[in-house]
């Protein structure tokens, strides 16, 4: 019983930046990772970034040295800091929570939000 609320999408020129944040609620207890996926459109979802309770951190190629991942409090608010974007990064971003476990009363170890529009164009 875990609640993700993303923020932050918008639409953004060709080499701005945007910050998404997302917020979990509810039983989190612990968890093993949180992360970003994102579906461009016509696409598959795909994992942008993901980042470990212990702060390890993992990204996809394409956006190796522009995209940040980081936790602010108690490792329950994760944000994506998307630098240089390009047309490409358009997409629904959404944020997962993995528990790594299935806990008693719940039927799943895994939590996705409702995503947030990022649109690069000029």
């Known amino acids: 019983q875990v609640q993700l609320v993303e923020s932050g999408g918008g639409l953004v020129q060709p080499g701005g930046s945007l910050t998404l944040s997302c917020s979990a609620s509810?039983?989190?207890?612990?968890?093993?990772?949180m992360g970003w996926y994102r579906q461009p459109p016509g696409k598959e979802r795909e994992l942008v970034a993901r980042?470990?309770?212990?702060?390890?951190?993992n990204y996809a190629d394409s956006v190796k040295g522009r995209f940040t991942i980081f936790k602010h409090n108690g490792a329950s608010t994760v944000y994506l800091q998307m630098n240089g974007l390009q047309p490409e990064d358009t997409a629904v971003y959404y944020c997962?929570?993995?528990?790594?476990?299935?806990?008693?009363?719940?039927?799943?170890?895994?939590?996705w939000g409702q995503g947030t529009q990022v649109t690069v164009s000029s």
């Open positions: 997962n929570l993995d528990r790594g476990f299935t806990a008693i009363g719940e039927t799943t170890s895994e939590y």
């Open positions: 509810g039983s989190i207890y612990s968890f093993y990772s």
């Open positions: 980042i470990t309770s212990h702060g390890t951190t």
